[in-house]
């Protein structure tokens, strides 16, 4: 079963939209509720992360009866040192963009502490996928 | 008093009910379809947040209360009332003919519940002090603010204050008064004035409580028309002394409207009023976007409870004439007479809550998880033909619940007219068997007076 969402860089409106949807179906699956809070606060994150830095991009949710596996893929900057970006605290967000309540350098480091595998790629000037795999039992 | 698993006091008068769905399009938990021309709720979803009755425009749905002549079984009669009650009433009529008048009318002692906000307001302060880990906390103040926690967003149910209402502190507060005074227990009947169907369903069917210290209910605005007719009748006669007359200050009679608990907290505390309002907040509590807030003082109805679906008066007028008694009571220097602070330690001491908050969770597709998702799956392929544009002819209010309710084997494809079109087309309904169809969502009678045209 697979879902997509496209990704609007800049629009903060409609920035968790996506989460809210792949949240309600996590409840049409009877997930546990505690493990939906999990899986949609890393989801939010990665969500507001291609919002505020990126320029477009898709959220791919897959279910199977074991996993979800979201890949989040965005054109945008890129991240030039991934070990850098997973530290807490560290951020590149502009002050227009902390100035509306985000960037606090904490979204990569709350997104791995929401799932159970996020892997990242990403090439400077081309855009950056996240992959994240929770288990659903 | 009977105690049903799951009871709910907003009732449909299929005599009354043309089955005109504007209910259907208004309930937030999508919990009512069309069946046979009338609606049906189901009872696993719905709230009693009462939108549906405020949208009848046949007056279909109502509230069952309790039989007014039952009251006048118990010797010793009590009546609640919520501080809206008194602004029901335009500033002609006083406090005191109000009093007076209840007790004209059977009553021996009457009492507003929003006396008992100064020792919740302490017992939430001393609630919060002592369960850190509940932050941010949400009120239990609106029952069907709970209600729809449980069915829409059971992950928040950790989250809500485990303490009685000002209405169930009062009623123990008023028993144990008249207890000690000697009246025997069972002779006190201690009765609710409502202004909802929410607070109804909380005292038949309390949640995290064994059973509520309210014996029975009225609806408001049942008590508004006794009331006013009484009044008529004893106009002019001197306005006859209650002993029990006081006079609540500003904090207390602003319990009930929007951000009169908020106001009393540390922190940062929102107050949301209309169930739309509050299911937006929700979403963004439960997706952690709102980092740092303290307390959530969440309410159903649009003004709180001065805009109740059982209230007689314009929500704006009865806010003005609570607001002018506030200020009356500053401008004259009054003190409430509150003799409940005597019985604090009592009252305190059973003010938590114990039993549990249960999860009701109406959105999963079934409790096994390959299972819901090949509906999930199901459900998606079904919405590829269905033409989406919500109009409601099917007997649910979107296509996609009547996608789930197909699912769920609760509804069949073909009970959509656009789907119904496309069958007949292809020979594979016959338009008699497309009008039985029809006919059993919407009733004979809908398609018996073609002639008359």
């Known amino acids: 079963m697979e879902f997509n969402y496209n990704l609007e860089g800049g629009n903060f409106s409609r920035a968790g939209a996506a989460s809210s949807e792949v949240k309600k179906l996590l409840k049409q699956l009877n997930v546990s509720p505690a493990l939906i809070k999990r899986i949609v606060i890393a989801l939010y994150e990665a969500e507001v992360n291609v919002v505020a830095h990126a320029y477009e991009g898709v959220m791919n949710v897959v279910f199977d009866n074991q996993t979800i596996r979201v890949k989040i893929t965005d054109k945008g900057p890129g991240i030039p040192d991934i070990g850098l970006a997973m530290q807490e605290g560290y951020s590149t967000a502009s002050p227009k963009v902390r100035e509306m309540g985000f960037g606090a350098g904490m979204g990569l480091p709350n997104m791995k502490k929401n799932c159970d595998s996020l892997s990242i790629e990403s090439q400077v000037g081309v855009g950056t996928t996240v992959t994240m795999i929770t288990h659903l039992q | 008093m009977k105690k049903d698993a799951f009871y709910h006091a907003l009732k449909v008068v299929s005599t009354a009910c043309t089955g005109c769905t504007h209910c259907m399009h208004v309930c937030p938990t999508s919990a009512i379809r069309i069946k046979h021309g009338k609606a049906v709720i189901d009872e696993a979803a719905c709230t009693d947040c009462g939108m549906c009755l405020k949208s009848c425009p046949q007056h279909a749905i109502i509230v069952a209360q309790d039989d007014f002549a039952e009251i006048l079984r118990f010797p010793f009669r009590v009546i609640l009332l919520p501080t809206v009650f008194i602004g029901q009433f335009g500033e002609d009529i006083t406090e005191e003919q109000i009093f007076a008048e209840l007790h004209n009318l059977g009553f021996d002692y009457v009492i507003e519940v929003d006396k008992a906000t100064g020792l919740l307001l302490e017992g939430t302060k001393r609630y919060m002090a002592e369960h850190p880990e509940q932050r941010p906390f949400i009120s239990n103040f609106c029952p069907a603010i709970v209600r729809l926690i449980q069915v829409r967003f059971p992950s928040l149910i950790p989250h809500i204050i485990r303490l009685k209402q000002a209405m169930d502190i009062t009623a123990a507060y008023v028993r ?134 059982l209230t007689t008066n314009n929500r704006f007028l009865t806010l003005e004439r609570l607001k002018k008694r506030g200020e009356y009571y500053i401008a004259h220097h009054l003190s409430s007479v509150n003799k409940m602070p005597r019985y604090a330690d009592f009252l305190s001491r059973q003010m938590q809550l114990n039993g549990e908050i249960l999860p009701r969770p109406i959105e999963k597709l079934d409790e096994d998880l390959t299972v819901a998702l090949q509906k999930m799956e199901k459900i998606a392929r079904i919405m590829k033909v269905l033409p989406q544009v919500d109009c409601g002819a099917c007997g649910a209010p979107t296509c996609q619940i009547l996608a789930h309710d197909i699912v769920q084997g609760k509804a069949k494809l073909s009970q959509c007219i656009f789907m119904q079109k496309i069958l007949t087309q292809e020979g594979a309904l016959t338009p008699e068997e497309s009008l039985a169809m029809s006919a059993e969502i919407w009733g004979d009678e809908k398609f018996e007076n073609i002639e008359q045209i």
């Open chain 2, 176 to 309: 144990k008064k008249y207890i000690d005074l000697g009246i025997p227990e069972k002779d006190i009947g201690v009765f609710y004035v409502t202004q909802c169907a929410a607070k109804i369903a909380a005292i038949k069917c309390p949640v995290g409580e064994e059973r509520s210290s309210v014996d029975g209910v009225i609806n408001m605005d049942f008590i508004y028309n006794k009331l006013r007719l009484s009044l008529n009748q004893h106009k002019g006669e001197p306005v006859r002394e209650i002993p029990e007359q006081y006079h609540l200050p500003p904090q207390a009679l602003r319990w009930t409207q929007s951000g009169g608990e908020a106001a009393n907290y540390e922190g940062r505390c929102l107050a949301i009023d209309e169930i739309h309002n509050v299911i937006d907040i929700l979403e963004k509590i439960e997706n952690d976007e709102l980092g740092d807030i303290d307390f959530l003082e969440l309410r159903a109805c649009d003004h709180s409870c001065a805009g109740g679906a």
